[in-house]
């Protein structure tokens, strides 16, 4: 409990919030660190001044925080930090990570992830077609992610779990607040067939500024992001937005040319994000990662016998940020926030693994593959 404290007291300091809490850990590795290091290291580290080092001195740990472990291991929960093995490997390579977070399951580092979400008021297509794709990745071993709200994402919840496949829902209130109510049974068992996670204290009520916030964390912990039945001002286009923030895929489900609540989506494809018709147009995008093949008939997509993951995650963030056309090593390390030292090393090794190709003049490009489609 101990060391939970620690990550408490840290979050709990003053001008510390989710940006230089990461360049903190990243550089000292734990909060016993951070607070244990000389002024001369902490004043090393961008966004740390002389008023950030006095506050971290006095490492008060929250009132509250005693009596939140204990209600977290009363009902069950867990406390993951960005330390702990099962924290979400994708989730690291955001400029913002959540600190820790509260899971109700099991939490894994896979980074299969698959971000699935729209609107609350889903039509009876929205609903119907949400089921189908996620029923049919979750089939693949992808684990559908989502905000377990009403409308498309219970859908996509709902859909996985028909596929017998995992699946992770991220809060925008604490887990004793489960919102909506309604979906408390699918709450305990997502928790079953994977986890409910949120940043949020126990008991944070659902309040509207949550949920943007929570947002990132749905499209970080997962390489692409669907979206299906969007209005033009919608929360799930937050998602969209933030998934190419974070390099990561964008995909959107088309619509009814007469429905507002496509006019999101289609907006989308306009801009780039790859029309989905069927769960093959996903798998198709990370072929290069995960080996998959089709059947002839080229309807129902399975499982190759080379499906092993490729690449570690910090190869999948540089490969992720490059495209068909040739990009510079310096506009690659500006995009992915990655050293150049460590970045040559990380296009070294996707080079040699057939992943991209080098131009002359330092650019590089994604390997363009014919696998018969």
């Known amino acids: 409990m101990e060391d939970i ?17 990461k360049r903190l850990i990243d550089r000292f590795k734990s909060p016993e660190s951070v607070f244990n290091a000389s002024n001369e290291n902490l004043i090393q580290i961008s966004g740390v001044s002389p008023r950030v080092i006095s506050a971290i001195r006095k490492r008060e740990i929250p009132q509250w925080a005693k009596k939140e472990l204990d209600l977290v291991m009363e009902r069950g929960y867990k406390i993951v930090t960005m330390s702990d093995p099962s924290y979400p490997a994708l989730l690291h390579q955001i400029p913002d990570p959540p600190p820790f977070l509260y899971v109700y399951g099991n939490l894994d580092n896979s980074i299969t992830n698959i971000a699935v979400v729209g609107s609350r008021n889903a039509t009876r ?85 949550n949920f943007p916030i929570r947002n990132r964390i ?57 029309l989905v018709e069927h769960a093959r147009d996903i798998v198709e995008e990370f072929s290069n990662l995960i080996g998959f093949d089709f059947e002839t008939d080229g309807t129902k997509p399975k499982v ?38 460590k970045l040559s090393g990380i296009l070294l090794t996707l080079e040699l693994k057939g992943s991209i ?17």
């Open 5 to 21: 404290l620690s990550w408490f007291a840290l979050k709990n300091v003053p001008g510390v919030g989710n940006y230089l809490f």
């Open 125 to 209: 297509y929205g609903i119907a077609t949400t089921k189908r794709l996620c029923t049919d990745l979750a089939s693949l071993k992808f684990t559908i992610a989502s905000g377990m709200a009403r409308g498309v994402d219970t859908a996509a919840h709902t859909g996985a779990l028909m596929g017998k496949g995992k699946t992770i829902a991220v809060l925008g209130s604490g887990l004793e607040k489960v919102y909506p109510s309604e979906n408390l049974g699918l709450f305990h068992k997502i928790a079953v067939n994977g986890a409910v996670i949120s940043e949020f204290p126990l008991m944070a009520e659902p309040e509207a500024h």
């Open 218 to 274: 749905i499209s970080g912990i997962s390489i692409g992001t669907v979206i299906v039945e969007a209005a033009k001002k919608s929360g799930s286009l937050i998602t969209a937005r933030l998934a190419a923030e974070q390099n990561r895929e964008v995909f959107a489900v088309p619509g009814s040319i007469n429905s507002f609540k496509s006019a999101g989506t289609h907006s989308l494809i306009k801009q780039g994000a790859k």
């Open 304 to 341: 190759s016998t080379n499906g092993s993951l490729s690449l570690e995650p910090d190869e999948l963030l540089v490969f992720n940020a490059l495209g068909p056309y040739p990009v510079h090593i310096d506009d690659l390390a500006r995009k992915t926030s990655i050293e150049p030292g």
């Open 357 to 373: 190709q080098q131009s002359p003049g330092k650019f590089f490009s994604k390997e363009v593959k014919n696998n018969g489609l």
